[in-house]
């Protein structure tokens, strides 16, 4: 005897009530408006407050320009070294097996386990005067902390993670087959790794990069400690609006925010193109 079986469709067994569905949407859209439009708007709405010519003057300023110049030498330095470091690290981890290869994996992790301003601690206690490498250093007449190469050395850590946590997945998804066959093809280390690897990592690459280019661009906390606040010397643009707005130059410090502001957006508009560009399948 047979038994007839009636098939619901999905759609009917995942359709929720209309009320939860805009109860859903509100929320998310509240949510979103209330923690990132409304205080964008508000950083726009104070720089311009009192006109574009004291608007122009905050950004035109000396200090805002050595502290623009700054940042922009910091992150053009810390990237390239953490695109270095994450592919060879990446590659290092999803291609080989070696002793100490999980410890590794948690180290990469430590900047966003760790709180920037302690990384920025542990800099000052290992370069400082009076850290481990103090005297040595002060003899040889080189200046870590409260210079610039100690900015470079904290953004530097604490922007390590962007790029191999990016390409460490793809890399173990896809396997050593292809650089295989192209090493039994008579292709050497070099022309394997631009002609099959990169192509094959070239959008999580690019997506670390831009990752760590935002985080650079903006980190404080780390970067406060090591830089001992120089006005006009060692403050990047996160310094700068500190002191700005701590001197009660409200609408000179939204100025300067803008600047990151802007520099926020078009980072998450090339993220939207990279995924777009990357498509679903990640190629």
């Not at 039994?184 to 631009?194: D, E, I, R, T, Y």
């Amino acid at each position: 005897m047979s038994q007839e079986i009636t098939v619901t469709p999905i759609q009917q067994v995942t359709r929720e009530p209309s009320w939860v569905r805009w109860l859903l949407i509100g929320l998310g859209v509240g949510w979103f408006v209330l923690l990132l439009l409304l205080p964008l708007a508000t950083i726009f709405v104070q720089a311009f407050k009192q006109g574009l010519t004291v608007f122009f003057a905050a950004i035109s300023e000396p200090d805002a320009l050595k502290a623009l110049g700054l940042t922009a030498l910091v992150t053009l330095l810390s990237v390239p070294l953490n695109l270095v470091f994450g592919v060879s690290a990446a590659w290092a981890i999803a291609r080989f097996r070696f002793p100490g290869r999980q410890l590794l994996i948690t180290l990469i992790d430590l900047p966003f386990s760790v709180s920037p301003v302690v990384a920025g601690l542990m800099f000052v206690l290992l370069f400082g005067s009076r850290g481990w490498f103090g005297p040595w250093l002060s003899e040889h007449d080189i200046k870590i902390i409260f210079s610039t190469p100690g900015i470079i050395l904290a953004t530097t850590f604490i922007t390590l993670p962007f790029v191999v946590r990016e390409l460490l997945p793809q890399m173990e998804a896809r396997g050593s087959e292809e650089e295989e066959a192209a090493m039994v093809l008579g292709a050497s280390g070099l022309q394997m790794f631009w002609r099959v690897t990169l192509p094959s990592i070239r959008w999580s690459l690019m997506y670390g990069l831009l990752l760590s280019t935002a985080r650079a661009v903006g980190e404080f906390g780390a970067v406060s400690v090591v830089s001992g606040h120089i006005r006009g010397q060692t403050n990047t643009l996160p310094l700068h609006i500190e002191i700005l707005y701590n001197e009660y130059q409200t609408s000179a410090a939204f100025a300067v925010a803008t600047l990151l502001a802007l520099f926020g957006i078009f980072t998450l508009l090339g993220e939207t193109l990279l995924a777009r560009l990357r498509g679903p399948a990640g190629h």
